[in-house]
Every structure is written in structure tokens, then in C-alpha cells.
């Protein structure tokens, strides 16, 4: 009697995993040119370098403050309705920008990457829906194979900025520009592909599994759920170690007379190991558990700053792929720990408030790495992030020993 819900289990989780994985290479592809020029176009339009970190600050903060909305427009509607809409809001940040470019107006452009912020939201919130129907012992494969497809987009989205560049300057669009066209066709192809192909909708149909009395949602208390919360910190403690030294490089890449293939190409191999390796990753989730892969996360990090001190910066691009290798351990790792820490009915809530964290934090350090590197240099600043990998350490010991209070 169990078999042939369990084969149509399958079915629709293979289609859900089809989709995602599509959506996340669009995504990926419009993080992609918009990180990669995102520092520059701020500093054109700012006239100040030390802005010039405000364009990742901006895009996490959006995307922070629209996490929880979005995880909560899925709890109500499901996850076709919550990832498709976010999807057009970030259209909406991309035009925006490319609006903002066009007029020189850092009033527009500020704003448009805080809209833009919605794609790291459903970016964020598509690797969960990828456990919605998962077993436990596949959860973080699953997740880690959405993780993965990321890699198309954000290989492919930097190296395509000058192409976009050209493009924009051939519609007589201001340097920088048309690379945000490219993003918001992306997103467009990305939010029709979402709101057709989630169909039938993972989250609703996991929760037609349970038994009408599962279906009643209790309130998330996080200090009920100590061992949720510290996975959470795991997680954004490498998105602040990732975004704050990730969003200067550019411009110091700038300052040292290298040009946009060059940047293009550095940001490419870091996004390359934010992703290519994440399915390694959740299958060693899975084997070895969350704690030891978020540990070995730390170690990357730990190697990618301490490189990022003694290299010339024509080898940029070696410590910005371990920076990236670092935040995909850890990452995965640590939203597979979310996705175990609390009973299925709390994880909507819990992932948005995980999103929201982890967003604010990547959002501050973004905030502070403009500061830092003026007054400390480049190298100063990968030696401030070593007490940041310290504290995700100790969360991910603690995500995994501490007792939850509602046991």
C-alpha cells in the first residue's frame, strides 16, 4: 500500500529538483554579472571608493529583509508562488539599476541592488525547497545538487560582462550598464520557468503527506531551539567571512591596474568554488555529518584569507576560490543541520529566519570591508575575518552537542 505514493513521491521530487536546478542557474547567472560589476558601478556613481562595498551590502540587506517575507509567502502559498515572485522583484532591481547607471544616480542604484536582493532570497530559499520531499538520508544531496547548478550561472554571468558592456555601449548606455540587462533577462526566463514548472508545488505537497492533526503549525521560538540557532550562526558567519572580503575585490583588483577580464575572471573562480563542489560537499554531510564538513568549511576559510595576505594580486584568483570552497562547506553543511534541527512543520520559518541572519550578516560585513580596507589595506582586511571562522567553529560544535529545551 506505501509503494505507489512513494514512487509518486519520487516523481515529483525528481521534476522539483529539475526545476530548481534551472532556476538556480539563472539565478546564478544574474548574481554573477551583478557581483562582478556591482563594487565598480558604485564607485562610478558614487565618485568614492570607499563605497564601493555598499553594491554587496545593498544586495544582501535586500535580500535579508525580502527572506522572510518570501518564507512566509511560502508557508501560506507554497513554493512556486514565493520563488516565481521573487523572481520578478529582482527583474524589477535589475532594470532598476540599469536605470540608475544610465542617470549617474547613486539614489537609484543604492536601492535598485537592495531590490536586486530578491534573487539571493530565492536562491537562498530554493536549496530548502529542495529537502521539502527529501529523506533524511538524502537531504544533503539534495540540497547540495540545487547548491550545484548555481555553478552555470555564476561561471558564465562574469564573463559575460564585457559582452554585456559592449552591448550596452552599442544601445548608448553608460560603461557598466548593459551587464544588467543580461541579469534581467535571466531573471525573466527564471520566473516563467518557476512559476510553470513547480507544478505540482514540493512544500504543499509534503504537507499533504501528513495527517490533517501534523498540519497545525506552532509558533518557532528560537531559544526553544538552541542547536537551529547555533547552525544558523554557522551559516552566516561564513556569509560574512565570503561577502566581506569578496565585495572589496574588485575594486583593490581596480587599484592595481587590472581590467575587467581580469576581474571577470576572479570572480569567476570564486564563484566557481561557491558551487562546483557542493554535491562533494552534502555527500559528506550526509556520511560524516554537518559539524565535520563546517569544520573543514572553517579551514578553507581560514587558508583562502591567509593566502589572500601573501599573494600578488595577479593571483587573485586562487584565494577567492578557496573563499568560495570555504562558503560552500560551510553553507551546506549548515543548511542541512537547519533543515534537521526542527520538526518539518517549523522549517519554513525557520529557514526564512536562517535566510534573514545569514543576509544581515553578509550586509554588515559588506557594510564595514569598505572601512577596513582604507584604513588597513587589502591584507588587513582578510586578517579581520580570522575571529569571524573562530566563532563559526564554535557554532558548529554547538549546533551539533547543545540540547533543545523543547526535548
Known amino acids: 500500500m506505501t509503494t505507489a505514493p512513494s514512487v509518486a513521491v519520487r516523481a515529483v521530487q525528481r521534476r522539483?529538483?529539475?526545476?530548481?536546478?534551472?532556476?538556480?542557474?539563472?539565478?546564478g547567472l544574474s548574481n554573477g554579472v551583478a557581483l562582478g560589476v556591482g563594487s565598480l558601478l558604485v564607485e562610478q556613481v558614487t565618485g568614492d571608493p570607499a563605497l564601493a562595498?555598499?553594491?554587496?551590502?545593498?544586495?544582501?540587506?535586500?535580500?535579508?529583509?525580502?527572506?522572510?517575507?518570501?518564507?512566509?509567502?511560502?508557508?501560506?502559498?507554497?513554493?512556486?508562488?514565493?520563488?516565481?515572485?521573487?523572481a520578478l522583484i529582482a527583474l524589477v532591481g535589475a532594470l532598476t539599476l540599469a536605470l540608475g547607471g544610465s542617470l549617474n544616480s547613486a539614489w537609484i542604484v543604492l536601492p535598485g541592488f537592495a531590490i536586486l536582493g530578491a534573487s539571493t532570497a530565492i536562491n537562498l530559499q530554493s536549496r530548502f525547497a529542495a529537502t521539502d520531499l527529501s529523506s533524511p538520508q538524502r537531504r544533503g544531496r539534495d540540497l547540495s545538487l540545487v547548491v550545484w547548478m548555481t555553478t552555470i550561472g555564476v561561471i558564465v554571468g562574469p564573463n559575460l560582462i564585457p559582452a554585456g558592456d559592449a552591448l550596452g555601449t552599442a544601445m548608448g548606455l553608460p560603461h557598466l550598464v548593459g551587464a544588467y540587462l543580461i541579469s534581467a533577462a535571466s531573471l525573466?526566463?527564471?520566473?516563467?520557468?518557476?512559476?510553470?514548472?513547480?507544478?505540482?508545488?514540493?512544500?504543499?505537497?509534503?504537507?499533504?503527506?501528513?495527517?490533517?492533526?501534523?498540519?497545525?503549525?506552532?509558533?518557532?521560538?528560537?531559544?526553544?531551539?538552541?542547536?537551529?540557532?547555533?547552525?544558523?550562526?554557522?551559516?552566516?558567519c561564513g556569509q560574512a567571512v565570503m561577502v566581506g572580503v569578496m565585495a572589496l575585490t574588485p575594486v583593490h583588483l581596480g587599484h592595481h591596474?587590472?581590467?575587467?577580464?581580469m576581474i571577470g575572471l576572479t570572480?569567476?573562480?570564486?564563484?566557481?568554488?561557491?558551487?562546483?563542489?557542493?554535491?562533494?560537499?552534502?555527500?559528506?554531510?550526509?556520511?560524516?555529518?554537518?559539524?565535520?564538513?563546517?569544520?573543514?568549511?572553517?579551514?578553507?576559510?581560514?587558508?583562502?584569507?591567509?593566502?589572500?595576505?601573501?599573494?600578488?594580486?595577479?593571483?587573485?584568483?586562487i584565494p577567492l576560490a578557496l573563499l568560495g570552497l570555504g562558503w560552500s562547506a560551510t553553507t551546506v553543511a549548515g543548511s542541512t543541520l537547519v533543515?534537521?534541527?526542527?520538526?518539518?512543520?517549523?522549517?519554513?520559518?525557520?529557514?526564512?529566519?536562517?535566510?534573514?541572519?545569514?543576509?544581515?550578516?553578509?550586509?554588515?560585513?559588506?557594510?564595514?570591508?569598505?572601512?577596513?580596507?582604507?584604513?588597513?589595506?587589502?591584507?588587513?582586511?582578510?586578517?579581520?575575518?580570522?575571529?569571524?571562522?573562530?566563532?563559526?567553529?564554535?557554532?558548529?560544535v554547538l549546533a551539533t552537542r547543545v540540547r533543545d529545551r523543547s526535548a
Open 16 to 27: 522539483t529538483l529539475t526545476v530548481l536546478s534551472a532556476g538556480q542557474a539563472l539565478g
Open 53 to 86: 562595498g555598499l553594491a554587496a551590502t545593498m544586495l544582501t540587506l535586500g535580500g535579508a529583509l525580502l527572506a522572510v517575507p518570501l518564507a512566509r509567502l511560502a508557508d501560506r502559498r507554497g513554493r512556486r508562488v514565493s520563488l516565481s515572485t521573487g
Open 188 to 236: 525573466l526566463v527564471a520566473a516563467v520557468l518557476l512559476w510553470l514548472g513547480l507544478r505540482p508545488d514540493p512544500l504543499l505537497t509534503a504537507r499533504g503527506l501528513l495527517e490533517a492533526t501534523e498540519r497545525v503549525i506552532p509558533r518557532l521560538r528560537l531559544r526553544q531551539h538552541p542547536r537551529a540557532l547555533a547552525a544558523v550562526i554557522t551559516i552566516a
Open 257 to 261: 591596474g587590472h581590467g575587467l577580464t
Open 267 to 317: 570572480m569567476s573562480a570564486h564563484t566557481a568554488g561557491m558551487y562546483a563542489l557542493s554535491p562533494v560537499f552534502g555527500w559528506l554531510t550526509d556520511r560524516f555529518g554537518g559539524r565535520s564538513v563546517a569544520i573543514g568549511g572553517a579551514a578553507l576559510l581560514c587558508a583562502a584569507v591567509l593566502t589572500g595576505v601573501v599573494v600578488d594580486s595577479h593571483l587573485a584568483p
Open 339 to 396: 533543515a534537521g534541527a526542527v520538526p518539518a512543520d517549523l522549517r519554513p520559518a525557520l529557514q526564512g529566519r536562517s535566510d534573514l541572519i545569514m543576509g544581515l550578516a553578509g550586509a554588515a560585513a559588506g557594510a564595514l570591508a569598505g572601512p577596513v580596507l582604507g584604513l588597513f589595506g587589502y591584507a588587513g582586511l582578510n586578517v579581520a575575518m580570522l575571529p569571524v571562522i573562530a566563532a563559526l567553529v564554535v557554532a558548529a
